[in-house]
């Protein structure tokens, strides 16, 4: 199943600019969620970028590890969900498939996975959701 999302934010900075050495970035995001699955994801990503930099915006290549905390609807049931992500953000593209490891509410018993997909100017999240 596909929802689209849009990124309302994404607030990015060194984890510490005094050490130059330790290369990594956090960034705290926000998801708008359109579809079966609707509301709003947190997400914590710490970036390691591979021979480029956050100056290069979409063109830039960086490892990510992350946790995305989700809170609204899926299929008209209330609750929330924390994923793990881990993979890799290429020249506007991310891969970085999530894995979900607590849901709560009415979404206690959810399970599964996504992953992302972009075409074009559409953000898309592909689920394999179950109860």
Same mark, same amino acid.
């Given at each position: 199943?596909?929802?689209?999302?849009?990124?309302?934010?994404?607030?990015?900075?060194?984890?510490?600019?005094?050490?130059?050495?330790?290369?990594?970035?956090?960034?705290?995001?926000?998801?708008?969620?359109?579809?079966?699955?609707?509301?709003?994801?947190?997400?914590?990503?710490?970036?390691?970028?591979?021979?480029?930099?956050?100056?290069? +915006?979409? !063109?830039?290549?960086? $490892?990510? %590890?992350?946790?995305?905390? @989700?809170? /609204?609807?899926?299929?008209?049931?209330?609750?929330?969900?924390?994923?793990?992500?881990?993979?890799?953000?290429?020249?506007?593209?991310?891969?970085?498939?999530?894995?979900?490891?607590?849901?709560? +509410?009415? !979404?206690?018993?959810? $399970?599964? %996975?996504?992953?992302?997909? @972009?075409? /074009?100017?559409?953000?898309?999240?592909?689920?394999?959701?179950?109860?």
């Amino acid at each position: 199943m596909e929802v689209t999302f849009t990124v309302s934010k994404w607030a990015e900075k060194p984890v510490d600019d005094s050490r130059k050495d330790f290369p990594i970035n956090i960034a705290h995001v926000e998801y708008d969620i359109e579809g079966e699955l609707n509301g709003k994801a947190f997400v914590e990503y710490l970036l390691y970028y591979v021979e480029s930099s956050v100056d290069d +915006g979409h !063109l830039a290549t960086s $490892k990510i %590890s992350g946790f995305l905390h @989700f809170e /609204g609807t899926y299929k008209g049931k209330k609750g929330t969900f924390t994923a793990i992500e881990q993979g890799i953000f290429d020249k506007g593209n991310l891969d970085s498939p999530g894995t979900i490891i607590k849901a709560t +509410g009415d !979404l206690e018993s959810l $399970k599964g %996975s996504y992953y992302y997909k @972009f075409t /074009g100017q559409t953000s898309k999240m592909i689920l394999d959701f179950n109860f």
